[in-house]
């Protein structure tokens, strides 16, 4: 990916805090909804307070330009600047007919170099008839994104505050599913459930790699995920595999029964014919 040559959200946010020394607050979001939407989602808000009003201009123009490429790129966006804050959104949707589709779109989409961030990613899954194993992995590296911006041929001046600012951003990478439970995690990544969905949330950290890691299972009952904790969801499991053993023993008793009986009445007839050898 060229990225001197792509007006992405990022640069954006890295010349806004140049700029401005304040809190930013941005996340990326990787989204897969129960009615198998896939969303992609970029968000930043801005604290422009102490700008002066030339300074917001050329903020407001250089927003914009970041605005207008992400909607050739099939982004819903929506941007606001007042005397205090910018406030940029963009998303990118995609519906699917079924998870397995949506899955595979996520994939897709974590993949592609011009839409997201991400250095390296894995999603892999396996889907049963209620129950789906998900296990994500992602990579981003903040510190190689502002090398190839050239952050470190800036002025050491310039370059420090850059870095003073990042440090003082909350800037995350989140992932969510329908109501999942984890059973496997990066120490780091923290996970929040509201209105039968999952958030997967970890912060970006600035001098090393951020390695995003989860494993989890969702649960389903008529296609509609089940909020269980890991207990609850072992002996669910455990329920069903003791109802499918006795479901096979059941299976097994029937097939003998039948066994016995044909059995039984070959040896009535035999002894019949025997009886009476002129039949």
Known sequence: MNLNKQKTMILAIMILMILLHGCTTASITYQIKEDHTVKLEYKA??????????LKKGLSALCENTIQHYQTLGFETDYRITDDQILISMILKQDNPDYKSAYENLKTIMDDPKLTFLIASDLSYLITENQHAITADMVLDLDKMLDAFGLYQLPSMIKDDLLSSLK???????????????????????????????????????????EFFIKGYILYDNDKAIQLDYDDMIQKTKSSIT?????????????????????????????????????
């Open 243 to 279: 109802i499918l053993k006795f479901s096979q023993y059941g299976l097994v008793l029937i097939t003998i029964s039948t066994l016995i009986l044909v059995i039984h009445k070959h040896n009535k007839e035999v002894k019949s014919n025997k009886k009476d050898p002129n039949r």
């Open 45 to 54: 808000d801005v604290d422009i307070s102490h700008a002066s009003s030339d």
């Open 168 to 210: 003082q951003s909350e800037l995350t990478i989140n992932l969510i599913l329908p109501a999942t439970t984890i059973v496997d995690k990066n120490e780091n990544i923290t996970v929040s459930t509201n209105n039968n969905e999952t958030m997967m949330s970890q912060r970006i950290k600035l001098d090393e790699p951020t």
